[in-house]
């Protein structure tokens, strides 16, 4: 655990407040749920909830049963991170922050699916450094209860194919699978 040196105190109604620079890094924003944890020294450890985050072993597979059936590289994502990849290499994406574009198509609720083959692709971690490597892309995003809880993307290994829609109904059918998955 790293020590960041700031102390508060709780307050009369058992409150206490994460300094601003704090939830910047870790990107909490207001309304984010927060999963509490003890340990036997006292400790109390405060870790951003992923709904998704619960059922990682379960989309891994629904990872690989997409990588396979389609022969693209399959991801899946909770808000903040990659927790399944298949078909692409993990070091690459597994566990890895999303770009600030995926943030914000999973906050707009969009489909997305690139053109043609340009060169246009949209970033997926925030490492990608702009090299765009999969040009061929559809992300879905998963909703559950109305709100945004990941995406499933899929990418081609291949410069020249393009999305159809095939890709684009199997990735529809996982998003919506994993988003019910949520519900129950």
Known sequence: MKATGVVRRI????RVVIPKE?????????GDP??????????????????????????AGYAETLSKTTGHIACITDKDTIIAVSGGSKKEFLEQDVSQE?????????????????DVAMPIT???????????QIVYPIIS?????????????????????VEKKVAQSAATFLGSQMEI
């Open 34 to 59: 927060l999963e509490i944890f003890t340990d036997r020294e006292g400790q109390v450890i405060l870790k951003k909830y992923s709904p998704i985050g619960e059922l990682s072993e379960f989309a």
């Open 102 to 118: 995926l943030e914000q198509l999973m906050e707009d609720k969009e489909v997305y699916t690139s053109k043609e083959n340009s």
């Open 22 to 30: 704090i939830r910047k890094t870790l990107r909490i924003k207001e």
């Open 126 to 136: 925030k490492n990608d450094n702009q090299q765009r490597k999969y040009n061929a």
């Open 11 to 14: 307050d009369d109604l058992g």
């Open 145 to 165: 209860n109305g709100d945004t809880i990941g995406t499933v993307i899929l990418m081609s290994k291949d410069a020249n194919s393009k999305m159809n829609d």
